[in-house]
């Protein structure tokens, strides 16, 4: 029973390009995230849905645009990839704001060439 | 905004020995959390710390969290290979700010 899980794992396509990444998660929890680790692990926060509604929106270009259908999924929607976008992109989900853990998907490798 | 840094980055040791690695903020934080990541992983919560000078431990793992609560540390005692991984402190500033800092984490490589 996988707790949450990202599609697809992996992600390469061309400068430009429009995708999206899916997240859904099986846990029953209010609050859902967004983070991108870099080449160099450093992991930041993009946006955090808390009950379907926008929480917190990082410096992040307006091309990534996030949606939440409801409380279980969060989807992240990029448009014009450009080639710093590739990274590797995590959903996570945690039971409430804070001060709880938080549960992380498998991630979803991106590659923009 | 807040910064949350570790120490070291990087981390070689021989199998047995032990290890620690420090996280600083630059802001004081309600509690702090920690996480690991296996090489080709996600990050899994390892545990969470929430009062000045709490001390919590997990079998060879050993949390502490700074009496100002703006620093924290993980020790290991007699690494394993299975202890390989990055890890990373996490935390919550004081400030009413519901975001969580991840910190730029400390890759453990264990030499057999």
């Known amino acids: 029973d996988t707790a949450v899980s990202q599609t697809p794992k992996y992600l390469v396509t061309q400068m430009g390009n429009d995708k999206s990444i899916k997240c859904e998660q099986n846990l029953g929890h209010d609050t859902m995230y967004w983070y991108k680790q870099d080449s160099k692990k450093f992991l930041k926060i993009m946006f955090s849905y808390n009950n379907k509604e926008l929480i917190i929106n990082e410096t992040v270009p307006n091309r990534f645009s996030p949606k939440s259908p409801d409380k279980a999924h969060l989807n992240l929607h990029i448009n014009s990839l450009e080639l710093g976008d590739s990274a590797v992109y995590f959903c996570?989900?945690?039971?409430?704001?804070?001060?709880?853990?938080?549960?992380f998907g498998p991630g979803t490798r991106l590659t923009v060439t | 905004g807040q910064q949350v840094m570790q120490i070291p980055q990087y981390q070689h040791v021989q199998e047995g020995e032990d290890f620690t690695t420090y996280c600083n903020s630059s802001?004081?934080?309600?509690?702090i959390q920690w996480y690991k990541q296996r090489p080709g992983g996600h990050p899994v919560f390892l545990i969470q710390?929430?009062?000045?000078?709490e001390v919590k431990k997990q079998k060879r793992l050993t949390f502490q969290f700074g009496e100002a609560k703006k620093n924290s540390s993980l020790h290991i005692t007699a690494t394993q290979t299975t202890d390989v991984g990055t890890y990373f402190c996490a935390g919550r500033s004081n400030f009413g700010n519901e975001k969580l800092t991840f910190g730029t984490g400390t890759r453990l490589t264990i030499i057999p």
């Open positions: 802001t004081t934080l309600s509690n």
């Open positions: 996570a989900s945690s039971p409430r704001l804070e001060p709880y853990e938080q549960y």
């Open positions: 710390l929430v009062k000045s000078g």
